[in-house]
Every structure is written in C-alpha cells, then in structure tokens.
C-alpha cells in the first residue's frame, strides 16, 4: 500500500493530480491519501482530506511506500522505520507555500537510503520503480540479512556437529 500526505497547512493539489494520474495507470498498488483542503480531488486513489493521529499512524505503519509533501515529521518517520520515502517540495514560485525551505529540505535528505525525490510523473514513476528494484523491497529481507542469516545458519550447525 502507498500512503500520501500533504500536511495538514496546506493543500498540494499539484502533488495530488500527479500521484492521481499515476495511480490511474498503475493498478498493482492501493494508494490511500491525507489531501487536506485542496480542490482536487482524486479519482483513483481513496483519501480523506484530514486524518486522526491514530489512523495516521496506522496507516503509515501499513504502507510500503510513503508519497509526501517534504515535512520534517513525515521525512523523520519514514526514516524512523525504514519506510521509502518520496517526497514533493512545494515551491513558492508556483504558489504552494511562503518560501522555499522545503526545497532546502529536499536537498538536505534526497540523498539518505530510502530517500526519493519527485516533482512530476516521470520522476514519481522512476522513484517507485526504483523503490521496487531494491533489496529492502516488499517482502525481502534488507541487504546483508541473508549473509548475516547464513552464517548463523552455519555457526549453529557448527555447534552440534
């Protein structure tokens, strides 16, 4: 499942249409949105505009990939839990927010594991196939378990031989 976020401040209808398109054509994923107030609203994805701690907590822990906004709160968590991570920097010249710190904030983080950058379609679908070409991928194991499994696999044989 791919949770999205927008915050709570402030609607990001740009980031929402991309990540709606995207879901349009990808059906392999449930993608469930926090779209705060914007105008847009998403036809193929489920969203609520404003989500209660606890739910929002839930359905972060649920999620494979988290689609947001660049939040502090919600770079810390992914990172928090390993979870990959893409996320969209408002930009000031086309609206969305005050300033720009959050694309400061996106050149502060874009190049941590599990750190994805996107601004439009294309760069939403490089970053989700890329999540899905890692080791860390859905259901494996993070890189160096399998070694580590081994040779405690062997150590233990070892023991009662």
Request: one cysteine or more.
């Amino acid at each position: 499942m791919i949770f999205v976020s927008v915050g709570t401040q402030l609607p990001f209808d740009r980031m929402i249409k991309i990540i709606d398109e995207w879901a349009g054509q990808d059906s392999n994923f449930e993608v469930f949105g926090q779209i705060s107030d914007g105008e847009y609203s998403p036809k193929n994805f489920k969203f609520e505009r404003y989500i209660p701690a606890e739910k929002f907590s839930e359905l972060y822990m649920m999620a494979d990939i988290i689609i947001s906004h660049a939040g502090m709160g919600n770079i810390i968590t992914a990172l928090e839990y390993s979870k990959p991570i893409i996320i969209f920097p408002r930009r000031v010249e086309l609206g969305e927010h005050r300033n720009n710190h959050q694309v400061s904030t996106v050149e502060k983080f874009q190049h941590k594991e599990n750190v994805f950058l996107a601004e439009t379609k294309d760069d939403l679908d490089y970053a989700i196939n890329e999540i899905r070409s890692r080791v860390f991928e859905f259901g494996r194991l993070p890189s160096g378990t399998n070694e580590l499994c081994e040779y405690l696999d062997e150590t233990v044989k070892g023991w009662y031989l």
